[in-house]
Each structure stands twice: as structure tokens, then as C-alpha cells.
């Protein structure tokens, strides 16, 4: 019985140090701008992916849940924070619909398999990212309303960015499964 108790508590340990990784992981991607074309990217979309993939969708979900509720209580996870505020006005603001498509798409893309080939993966992967999309255009529309350009400014700017993160994705595929594999909780 407890030896029983000790690999739980392991288990446990084990998720709640892979959780926090991942958060952190998912905050320095917020930070780092990379120039390209037309904006700026950062890499958190290419994380949200990463983290559902090898972690899966229950440990994924958990490690974004986190992190959104790092930035909610004020920490400055979030991109732009703390310049552009911080805590739950902040993360209420413009963005707050495609942190939520954090949620989906990393459920999403962790219940995915990856043994179909690169056109059937690389589909998965435009699917999960479209998620964040969907999401941020729902809540941006929402919020600046509906007769702005919602797709031209929450979108477009960033369908170039997100398809090298996708590429990018698809060809680090193989290796983010072996990692899953070695970190799997049992």
C-alpha cells in the first residue's frame, strides 16, 4: 500500500513539474519577438501545439490552464505584459479570445495521431492553430464589433508566421513523440 502511495505522488510531482516546464516554456515564447513579415511573431502559437503534442491533451490542457491562470492573477506570462497591463483587465482585452483557443487547440492537437503521414499531419496542425484563430476573431469581433475588419486585423497579419511555425511543427513531429514517449505518465 505504500509503495502504491509513493508512484502516485511521483505521478503526481511529475505532472505538476511538467505543468509548470511547460508554463514557463509558454511565457518566454510570449516574450520573444522575432521580426518577420508582416508583424513581428512570437513563438506561443508553435508552444501551444508543442505542449499538446507531447504532452497530450489532459496534461497539455492543464500546463495552458495554468499559465492562463498565472497571467489572470497577475503575473506577466502574457505578451505585452506587464507594459500593456496585467492580471484578468488585461487578460480581458483584445487577446483574450485566442488565450482561450490556447485551451482547444492544445487539447485539440494532443488527441491527434501522427502516424498518417506529413499531409494528414500537417492538416491536424492547421486545424488545432485554426482553433486559436476562430476564437481570438470571435472575441476580437465581439469586442470592437462586428463592421471592422476582424479577419484583416486578427488574422491576416499572421497566416505567414503561422504557417513556418507549422512547417516547423511538422518536421520536429517525430522527435516531439519520441519526447512524449520518454516523459509518459503511467
Same mark, same amino acid.
Given at each position: 500500500?505504500?509503495?502504491?502511495?509513493?508512484?502516485?505522488?511521483?505521478?503526481?510531482?511529475?505532472?505538476?513539474? @511538467?505543468?509548470?516546464?511547460?508554463?514557463?516554456?509558454?511565457?518566454?515564447? $510570449?516574450?520573444?519577438?522575432?521580426?518577420?513579415?508582416? *508583424?513581428?511573431? !512570437?513563438?506561443?502559437?508553435?508552444?501551444?501545439?508543442?505542449?499538446?503534442?507531447?504532452?497530450? +491533451?489532459?496534461? =497539455?490542457? &492543464?500546463?495552458?490552464?495554468?499559465?492562463?491562470?498565472?497571467?489572470?492573477?497577475?503575473? +506577466?506570462?502574457? $505578451? =505585452?505584459?506587464?507594459?500593456?497591463? #496585467?492580471?484578468? *483587465?488585461?487578460? !480581458? =482585452?483584445?487577446?483574450?479570445?485566442?488565450?482561450?483557443?490556447?485551451?482547444? $487547440?492544445?487539447?485539440? *492537437?494532443?488527441?491527434?495521431?501522427?502516424?498518417?503521414? #506529413? *499531409?494528414?499531419?500537417?492538416?491536424? &496542425?492547421?486545424?488545432?492553430?485554426?482553433?486559436?484563430?476562430?476564437?481570438?476573431?470571435?472575441?476580437?469581433?465581439?469586442?470592437?464589433?462586428?463592421?471592422? +475588419?476582424?479577419?484583416?486585423?486578427?488574422?491576416?497579419?499572421?497566416?505567414? $508566421?503561422? @504557417?513556418?511555425?507549422?512547417?516547423?511543427?511538422?518536421?520536429?513531429? +517525430?522527435?516531439? &513523440?519520441?519526447?512524449?514517449? &520518454? #516523459?509518459? #505518465?503511467?
Amino acid at each position: 500500500m505504500e509503495a502504491i502511495k509513493k508512484i502516485e505522488l511521483n505521478k503526481v510531482f511529475k505532472i505538476i513539474l @511538467l505543468a509548470i516546464l511547460g508554463s514557463l516554456l509558454l511565457t518566454i515564447s $510570449a516574450k520573444i519577438k522575432i521580426p518577420f513579415y508582416p *508583424v513581428p511573431m !512570437t513563438m506561443q502559437t508553435f508552444v501551444v501545439l508543442f505542449l499538446g503534442i507531447t504532452l497530450g +491533451p489532459k496534461i =497539455g490542457l &492543464l500546463t495552458i490552464s495554468l499559465y492562463l491562470f498565472e497571467g489572470i492573477f497577475g503575473l +506577466p506570462v502574457f $505578451a =505585452g505584459t506587464p507594459e500593456k497591463g #496585467i492580471g484578468f *483587465v488585461y487578460f !480581458t =482585452g483584445p487577446t483574450m479570445g485566442y488565450l482561450i483557443g490556447f485551451l482547444l $487547440a492544445t487539447y485539440l *492537437v494532443g488527441t491527434f495521431k501522427y502516424n498518417k503521414g #506529413i *499531409v494528414n499531419s500537417f492538416l491536424k &496542425l492547421i486545424v488545432s492553430v485554426s482553433v486559436i484563430y476562430f476564437f481570438g476573431m470571435i472575441w476580437l469581433g465581439t469586442l470592437i464589433g462586428w463592421e471592422k +475588419p476582424i479577419f484583416k486585423l486578427g488574422a491576416q497579419p499572421f497566416l505567414l $508566421a503561422e @504557417l513556418f511555425k507549422i512547417l516547423l511543427l511538422l518536421f520536429l513531429i +517525430p522527435s516531439l &513523440l519520441k519526447i512524449k514517449n &520518454l #516523459i509518459k #505518465i503511467t
